[in-house]
């Protein structure tokens, strides 16, 4: 069975930093995409980046130069570095996987889900 993890979550002040890991069982991360997807109350799951099995990434235009995705496939984790935090930032941050897709912040596109981790920026 796949399973995604994620941590790294927690509450900072508007500017701080956090990075958060999703670590996988079940599926080998070199063969897959990954994305980080955000999620607050009454709204859409919006993509938030993505990365391809080569390691192209792409990001919502909302958080180009704040926010950093990267994997270590030895590892089969990817991360999410989190830089300049703001309010609007906050929200439940999920991982996904899914063994293609030509667009990696759909969340349409992926497979398979992790629990999520909550941010809160004040």
């Known amino acids: 069975d796949v399973q995604l993890v994620e941590s790294g979550g927690g509450s900072v002040r508007a500017g701080g930093s956090l990075r958060l890991s999703c670590s996988g069982s079940g599926l080998d991360y070199s063969r897959y995409s990954l994305g980080w997807f955000r999620q607050t109350p009454g709204n859409e799951r919006e993509g938030v980046a993505g990365?391809?099995?080569?390691?192209?990434?792409s990001y919502a235009e909302s958080v180009k130069g704040r926010f950093t995705i990267s994997k270590d496939n030895a590892k089969n984790t990817v991360y999410l570095q989190m830089n300049s935090l703001k309010p609007e930032d906050s929200g439940m941050y999920t991982c996904?996987?899914?063994?293609?897709?030509?667009?990696?912040?759909?969340?349409?596109?992926?497979?398979?889900w992790g629990q999520g981790t909550q941010v809160t920026v004040s």
């Open positions: 996904a996987a899914v063994w293609w897709t030509s667009n990696t912040l759909l969340a349409a596109n992926y497979h398979y």
């Open positions: 990365i391809t099995d080569v390691g192209r990434t």
